[in-house]
């Protein structure tokens, strides 16, 4: 009965989390967006060359892209950009990580004075800013050697789309 409770108590949190923190930044960008549209329809109406318009369009979208990420920045500490392949993280223990279909794989460096546990989580974001999978990198009986490199691979699936980007939060 407690767990009950627990669930539901766990659930309600997480969605006025959800509403109070990513909803107004979700609007925001769509709020955005929509103007962008409306602008290039605009655009289109007064040169009549829908050549020209695009390429103001383009500008368009490239500022409202930077305007997203800033938004994404006030929320996360550190936010990179995720491209398909090897990205280098070079954050602590973290020297980069690439996904390949299905499984992440993450290559771990110990380049301080004395052996660490890796505690870490590594979050991916879609291009709304939505958590579309999230890896944890989290030892409790091992650790990595100074000067000895690890490779840690497992599955993943990202449930809201591709990510755009990706953030770290390392635990203590």
Avoid: C
């Avoid at 709020?31 to 829908?50: H, N, P, S, Y």
């Avoid at 280098?88 to 052996?115: A, C, M, P, Q, R």
């Avoid at 490199?149 to 789309?161: A, D, L, P």
């Amino acid at each position: 009965m407690k767990s009950k409770y627990l669930t539901i108590g766990l659930l309600v949190g997480f969605a006025v989390g959800f509403i109070i923190g990513f909803a107004p930044a979700h609007k925001k960008y769509m709020d955005t967006k929509e103007e962008v549209a409306r602008q290039k329809e605009e655009l289109i109406k007064q040169t009549g060359r829908a050549e020209k318009a695009e390429a103001t369009y383009g500008d368009m979208v490239l500022d409202l892209q930077a305007r997203q990420r800033e938004e994404l920045a006030k929320l996360y500490n550190n936010i990179y950009d995720y491209k398909k392949g090897e990205n280098k993280v070079g954050l602590k223990y973290i020297s980069s990580f690439w996904v390949d279909e299905k499984e992440i794989t993450v290559k771990l460096t110990n380049t301080g004075v004395s052996s660490v546990k890796p505690n870490a989580e590594i979050i991916f974001l879609n291009k709304q800013g939505f958590v579309t999978a999230t890896h944890n990198i989290f030892w409790l009986l091992s650790k990595i050697k100074r000067n000895e490199i690890r490779i840690e691979k497992s599955r993943i699936s990202f449930n809201f789309g591709e990510p755009v980007y990706y953030t770290v939060k390392f635990g203590s």
